[in-house]
């Protein structure tokens, strides 16, 4: 199963809905195109929504500190929303709990993006 990624905008703040796997090959090329797609169009505060991802290997896990460091460096603020079982036990196994932003509810989640500015 391959990923899949819908795009909305809410108060300013780009939210990416991430479903599937993001492993090595489509789902990491995928969430990295999105990412720079949104960088290049001047999008800087991205919050991705992986409460429909399932799955995501070591490829994956490198994709979102990728994206990270790319919005980071941009300037901007990239944060996660809504993470699985799995997917938040991989993020605390690899030390990467503390490195991203991580929200459980989406308006809490947008506001914060408010106050940073």
Do not use: P, W
């Not at 490198?62 to 799995?86: C, D, H, I, M, P």
Request: charged fraction near 30%.
């Amino acid at each position: 199963m391959s990923m899949k990624i819908s795009t909305r905008h809410v108060d300013g703040v780009t939210v990416l809905d991430l479903s599937g796997r993001i492993t090595l090959g489509e789902g990491s090329v995928q969430l990295r195109d999105a990412v720079r797609d949104l960088l290049s169009k001047g999008q800087k505060e991205i919050l991705l929504n992986l409460a429909d991802v399932n799955y995501i290997d070591s490829s994956g896990i490198g994709e979102l500190v990728s994206a990270f460091t790319a919005v980071r460096n941009q300037g901007g603020e990239l944060k996660l929303l809504k993470l699985t079982k799995k997917v938040h036990d991989l993020l605390q196994i690899t030390k990467l709990y503390t490195v991203f932003d991580i929200k459980d509810d989406e308006a809490e989640a947008i506001g914060s993006f408010k106050r940073t500015k």
